[in-house]
């Protein structure tokens, strides 16, 4: 009985047992077998490169990485295969890109009848298009086909999804396009739109009416679709839940959409670089959830800074305003704004000065106000620091950004107790006084910008502390004194040392090893010297090495052509550096080499690959001119070797510089002709051959450069007349081909089609005819220049019409060709004033002149020059030029040199010329002026000289007394008064003058007649005198007649 219980038993407990089984069987999730085939066929259209899909094997799907199952049915919800390490543009090398799906989309998802999320983003799929099937996913409610490599146009049976709550399916590069936004409208159920990148630049205007139909949205993302034109206005606003709405880098060129601001429940917008223009409304400050604003470059959004900034705000934390037309103070009311984290207003009008009551701002992280036109000091103290908790001035703020303003005053306290400041930019403002050495407390700081300032004093040791600091620039200030090791002991992390532009000197030891291993390290204007510096042999890293004008002198170490290989840029100009550079030079790829101004000698060196820049001028450089430059640099831009003793042809191959912009090669002793190949250098702004020993023509290839802004050819042995070809060259603004050979009629095109020329030289060559009136059209003709020529006839009424010369020029604008990377052509003329050449160049753009002296030029002074009021130097001597000088001459007040020496002129000279205070330097000798000179005011300042060879002038400063009755004009009614007056003078002093004879004469015969012996004796004397002066004069008539005649 006991045994037949216990085997009962266990038959019960195994029932029991297999019916549990049974039932934790039944119970497991499998996914459905058509939902299992659908799978591997889709899986079959993929490329796997990196088997991601490794696990969809066996023979229950819901398993398989990325695919989720319904519990209770097993049927396949969701596909989320998107990738989560897509290709880094920053990062090429990493591994990760290459988890990229490609492939096709096979149709067998449409037997996933309960599929609701699909994400295939970030995937490759190299350009097809999105399966149009898609739209027949029924239950989809989540899709997301963004950045997958699709292209061509977004499929309007995607509106067939009414389940549908998110939508992306934005695209790079405008691969995917959109002639219609009416599908989205069947999207009833839509929540969130994304479609950035996607080309929507055929939509029309009507898609603002049509998402205005999705009362459900929350989110709409159209950044970068190419929309145009003015965003239509809504009487109804049915965006009731709309929370985020981006519509920024597109191109509306519309006013701000007023209906935005009654979005209340927007937190999210972005409207940054959309071209919107018009009033930023006032509005927009009252919605009481806006946590982000950014209406960043949009250019032309205006506001007043006071009263928009002045208002509620209540919920900001990011506002973006930068680089618009936002103008006024700063409010001290921007307390208020106490969630704010970002703010920037970089590039606009802002003016004044930082309030104090900034100091509220205790959440600020960023504060962003450079590129404006604040002025003023930073204020001394900040108020409201005791509101936040650290009690310390701004204790969030990590980014300060002032730069490009015009602050003043000394750097305030409070900024060496920022002590999260990660980033300080004050460069480029007004600032004085000491840099803080409290900054070097500032322990986060990883970049400090102080350049640009007028900050004095020495550099404080403390910025040695900075241990986190990757870039520090203190350039262009007022800094002196020495730096030592000190002021770098800790900064291991530097990456970017700029020094340049003070009065500071390096005094380290020769075996100092800096902590550093700095990227760009700018010195310029620091002093180095007197050796080159043995510590730079420790810089492996640097690839940006300025040291220009650091007094460095002797032999550069062999050692630096193994740092030299990887610059990029290499500037040892203005130092007194000797020896040979080595040939080929080391240098990294597209380099910028700049040895100018030194004492190095040799052959010039090449590297052996493309660089993009090379000024050796200003050396001893000797030797040809490599033939194969052209060849081996033909990606270069910028090419200086003037001003050395280079003796060669100019090598045909720099036509092969394709790209060149500045080619100068002046001041050297080349030879044989212009090589016509230039013409190719089609990008060419600048080309200076001058004082060269250059010959032939100008080849007429040369009208081919029609960019060439400058063109000297002067001080050469050039012959012929001046190509018309010239004539295409419509950018030219100088043209110096003056003493040289040249010959023919200066051609009347020059004043027709060069119409931007400023400097016109032509002197000193064999140029005849007539000048043509066609130059009056030169509009910015600033120097004319044609002396010593044959040029004949009068001078053309025309030339008073030269219109830069009519006012003065009072704004100095350099000259400046050809700018690559900080380096340029400036243009250099010059001008003989008084015999003496003076070389302008950064004043040139003030100078006016007209020089046509050495000519046979015949006529009158024409009176309509005198409307030339910013003419500076005017030299018309040495021609056969007549008549008289106009008195409206006074009208040029700007006339600092007058010449008309050496011409046939008569007349009297104006009397307004005494109101001349500029002019410093005239001639008018070897003429026929006549009359008196109006020797008083600005003409008191010249001497004789002036006016020798005029025999009809007379007065000061001349010797020459002016007769009673001489002169005319308003000089002579003048001088009838002083005359005058002189006879007065002179009655009295010829009645002196008779009054001493009588006496001279009465007075000894009175005494003679009292004493006789006295009479005999002086008459006596008078008697003998007589007779020996008589015999000695007829000795000598006696002598003169025997004398024999020639």
Not at 352 to 368: H, T
Not at 580 to 606: C, E, H, K, V
Not at 925 to 941: A, C, D, E, H
């Amino acid at each position: 009985m006991g045994r037949f219980f216990v085997t009962c038993l266990v038959l019960l407990i195994l029932c029991l047992l297999s019916s549990i089984e049974k039932f934790a069987c039944n119970g497991e999730t499998h996914c459905l077998e058509s939902d299992w085939e659908a799978l591997l066929q889709f899986k079959s259209g993929l490329n796997d490169p990196e088997n991601r899909l490794l696990s969809w094997q066996g023979n229950d799907c819901c398993q398989w990485k990325g695919v989720q199952c319904d519990n209770s049915s097993g049927a396949v919800t969701a596909i989320d295969l998107h990738n989560p390490h897509p290709y880094d543009i920053y990062h090429p090398s990493n591994r990760y890109g290459f988890w990229n799906l490609s492939g096709n989309i096979d149709p067998a998802l449409l037997r996933l009848k309960s599929l609701r999320h699909l994400d295939i983003s970030l995937n490759t799929f190299d350009g097809i298009p999105i399966p149009d099937f898609i739209g027949s996913l029924q239950a989809l409610q989540y899709l997301n086909l963004s950045n997958a490599g699709f292209s061509g146009a977004v499929p309007p049976s995607l509106g067939n999804l009414s389940s549908l709550q998110s939508l992306d399916v934005s695209s790079g590069f405008l691969s995917l396009m959109a002639d219609s936004l009416q599908w989205v409208a069947g999207l009833s159920s839509l929540r969130h739109l994304a479609m950035n990148g996607v080309d929507l630049s055929m939509v029309g205007s009507n898609w603002v009416p049509i998402l205005n139909r999705l009362p459900l949205l929350n989110e709409l993302h159209l950044s970068l679709c190419g929309l145009t034109g003015p965003i239509p206005s809504l009487h109804f606003v049915n965006f009731t839940l709309l929370a985020v709405l981006d519509l920024s880098f597109n191109s509306f060129s519309s006013m701000f959409p007023d209906w935005i601001v009654n979005i209340s429940s927007l937190v999210y917008l972005d409207m940054s670089s959309s071209s919107l223009k018009g009033r930023i409304p006032l509005g927009i400050s009252e919605l009481p959830n806006l946590q982000h604003l950014n209406l960043a470059e949009n250019g032309n959004l205006t506001a007043s800074c006071v009263q928009l900034l002045k208002r509620d705000w209540r919920s900001i934390e990011v506002l973006d305003l930068s680089v618009n037309r936002v103008h006024g103070r700063l409010p001290s009311s921007i307390e208020n704004m106490t969630s704010l984290v970002d703010f920037s207003l970089f590039a606009n009008k802002i003016t004044g000065g930082i309030p104090s009551s900034i100091g509220f701002l205790c959440n600020l992280k960023s504060l962003n106000i450079a590129g404006n036109n604040l002025t003023g000091g930073l204020p001394e103290f900040l108020e409201g620091t005791e509101n936040c908790i650290t009690r310390s001035p701004l204790p969030n703020l990590m980014y300060l950004r002032l730069s490009s303003n015009r602050l003043v005053g000394n750097l305030p306290n409070w900024l060496g107790e920022l002590h999260n400041l990660m980033e300080l930019s004050l460069d480029n403002n007004l600032l004085q006084g000491p840099i803080l050495a409290s900054l070097g407390r500032l322990s986060f700081l990883t970049d400090m910008g102080l350049g640009g300032n007028k900050l004095n004093g020495s550099l404080p040791n403390s910025i040695g502390e900075l241990s986190e600091l990757v870039s520090l620039d203190v350039s262009f200030n007022q800094l002196t004194g020495t730096v030592s090791e000190a002021h770098f002991s800790k900064l291991s992390n530097l990456k970017f040392l700029i020094m340049s532009s003070n009065s500071l000197i390096l005094n380290v030891s020769s075996k100092w090893v800096p902590p550093f291993h700095v990227h760009n390290l700018d010195m310029r204007s620091c002093q180095l010297g007197p050796s080159f510096p043995d510590w730079l042999e420790t810089q492996k890293e640097i690839n940006y090495l300025d040291i220009s004008n650091a007094s460095i002198s002797g032999l550069i170490p062999n050692w630096f052509w193994d740092l030299s290989s990887n610059l990029s840029l290499l500037n040892a100009s203005f130092n007194q550096l000797q020896g040979q550079l080595p040939n080929p030079l080391p240098i990294a790829f597209f380099a910028d080499i700049d040895f100018r101004s030194n004492l190095l000698t040799g052959p010039i060196p090449l590297p052996m690959i493309q660089i993009e820049l090379l000024d050796l001028s200003n050396n001893q450089f000797s030797g040809p001119i490599p033939s194969s430059i052209g060849d081996v640099l033909s990606n270069l831009v910028f090419l200086s070797l003037s001003s050395n003793s280079i003796t060669s042809e100019i090598p045909t191959s720099i036509g092969n510089m394709l790209l060149l912009e500045v080619l100068n090669l002046s001041q050297n002793n080349l030879t044989s002709s212009i090589p016509s190949s230039l013409q190719n250098c089609s990008y060419l702004k600048a080309l200076d051959l001058r004082q060269n020993n250059l010959s032939g023509v100008i080849p007429l290839q040369l009208g081919q450069l029609l960019q060439i802004q400058t063109l000297h050819l002067s001080d050469n042995s050039l012959s012929g007349e001046l190509p018309s070809s010239l004539q295409n060259c419509s950018s030219l603004e100088t043209l110096d081909i003056g003493n040289n050979k040249f010959s023919g009629n200066i051609p009347p095109w020059i004043g027709k089609r060069l119409t931007n020329l400023r400097v016109l030289r032509l002197s000193s060559d064999a140029f005849s005819g007539r000048l043509s009136s066609q130059l009056s059209n030169l509009k910015s003709l600033q120097v004319l220049d044609l002396a010593n020529n044959n040029l004949v006839g009068d001078i053309p009424a025309s030339l008073g019409d030269l219109q830069a010369m009519t006012q003065a020029q009072s704004l100095n604008k350099y000259l400046l060709y050809g700018k690559f990377n900080g380096l340029y052509y400036e243009e250099n003329v010059v001008i003989y004033i008084k015999g003496h050449a003076r070389e302008y160049t950064k004043t040139l753009s003030l100078v006016s002149c007209i020089d046509l002296s050495g000519n046979n030029l015949v006529g009158e002074f024409p009176e309509v020059m005198t409307n030339l009021g910013g003419l500076i130097v005017l030299n018309l001597s040495r021609n056969h030029i007549s008549g008289s000088i106009p008195e409206k001459i006074a009208n040029m007040h700007e006339l600092e040199s007058l010449d008309v020496s050496n011409n046939q002129l008569s007349g009297n000279i104006p009397l307004s010329m005494t109101s001349m205070t500029p002019l410093g330097s005239l001639n008018f000798s070897n003429n026929n002026f006549s009359g008196k000179i109006p020797y008083t005011g600005q003409m008191t300042t010249f001497d004789a000289s002036s006016y020798y060879g005029n025999p009809g002038l007379c007065g000061p400063p001349l010797l020459t007394s002016c007769q009673s009755g001489g002169g005319g004009g308003d000089s002579d009614r003048r001088g009838t008064v002083d005359e005058d007056k002189s006879d007065i003078k002179d009655t009295g002093f010829y009645l002196s003058l008779g009054l001493g004879f009588a006496a001279g004469i009465l007075v000894p015969c009175v005494i003679l007649a009292i004493k006789k012996s006295w009479s005999d004796a002086y008459f006596g004397f008078v008697d003998t005198l007589i007779n020996r002066t008589l015999q000695m004069c007829s000795s000598r008539v006696t002598t003169d007649r025997n004398r024999p005649r020639r």
